[in-house]
């Protein structure tokens, strides 16, 4: 069993960054890829970055390439997406999620919400304009 909690959104003007957190409970984490997904109102929950058990790989959407980074403190158990940047399309609830990996690397497999089987509760970000 893995917990997740998120934490570290907020309000933030356009242009402004964030960082959110992910701290997770378990003696494994190492072994759990680690994605994070968001959920604007009326849409449905869309995939945003992951990375690899050890952190060596990461993945991005296209709309944040470039502008968000995924990066993991496996000895904290903690993930960070540090955001810059932002644009008002970016306010979401954002979740972190995790899923038991046996790999290194990450697929198109690690894009999808239905892979992953530990989910956070979710932190509002909002940027204002």
């Known amino acids: 069993q893995v917990q997740l909690v998120e934490s570290g959104g907020g309000l933030v003007q356009a242009g402004g960054s964030l960082r959110l957190s992910c701290a997770a409970s378990?003696?494994?984490?190492?072994?759990?890829?680690v994605g994070w997904f968001r959920q604007a109102p009326g849409k449905e929950r869309e995939f945003v970055a992951a990375?690899?058990?050890?952190?060596?790989?990461?993945y991005y959407a296209d709309s944040v390439k470039g502008r968000f980074t995924f990066s993991r403190d496996n000895a904290k158990n903690t993930v960070y997406l540090q955001m810059n940047s932002l644009k008002p399309e970016d306010t979401a609830v954002y979740y972190c999620?995790?899923?038991?990996?046996?790999?290194?690397?990450?697929?198109?497999?690690?894009?999808?919400?239905?892979?992953?089987?530990?989910w956070g509760q979710g932190t509002q970000v909002t940027v204002s304009s």
């Open positions: 999620a995790a899923v038991f990996s046996a790999q290194y690397t990450l697929d198109l497999y690690f894009t999808a919400e239905s892979s992953y089987n530990y």
């Open positions: 378990g003696r494994t984490f190492s072994s759990y890829a």
């Open positions: 990375a690899s058990r050890r952190g060596t790989s990461t």
